[in-house]
């Protein structure tokens, strides 16, 4: 089991940054790849950003230039900093795992993101 602990939500202005972590710790299996999920209220689970085993990302149209994933492989740790925040970012931000070959996928509890205008 992957357990992953994710931190760094919070309220945050319209303009301003916020940067979330998420540790993986527990009995894994080989990375595949780590990625940030959002969901509004009322919306389905998007994907803002993903990074994978060779270090490759990728992002939605809509949020290139504004958010970056990054991952210290020495500490289990992917990191999303959020640049130039809008109200309509805001949601709940789960942490992904998944593994290679199984493709089966952790998540982590979500970290709530409040952006107000």
């Known amino acids: 089991q992957v357990q992953l602990v994710e931190s760094g939500g919070g309220l945050v202005q319209a303009g301003g940054s916020l940067r979330l972590s998420c540790a993986a710790s527990?009995?894994?299996?080989?990375?595949?790849?780590m990625g940030w999920y959002r969901q509004a209220p009322g919306k389905e689970r998007e994907l803002v950003a993903r990074i994978t085993r060779s270090g490759s990302t990728n992002y939605p149209d809509s949020l290139k230039g504004r958010f970056t994933i990054s991952r210290d492989n020495a500490k289990n740790t992917v990191y999303l900093q959020m640049n130039s925040l809008k109200p309509e970012d805001t949601g709940v931000y789960y942490c992904?795992?998944?593994?290679?070959?199984?493709?089966?996928?952790?998540w982590g509890q979500g970290t709530q993101v409040t952006v107000s205008s």
């Open positions: 527990g009995s894994m299996c080989t990375f595949n790849s």
């Open positions: 992904n795992y998944q593994c290679y070959g199984s493709g089966r996928n952790y």
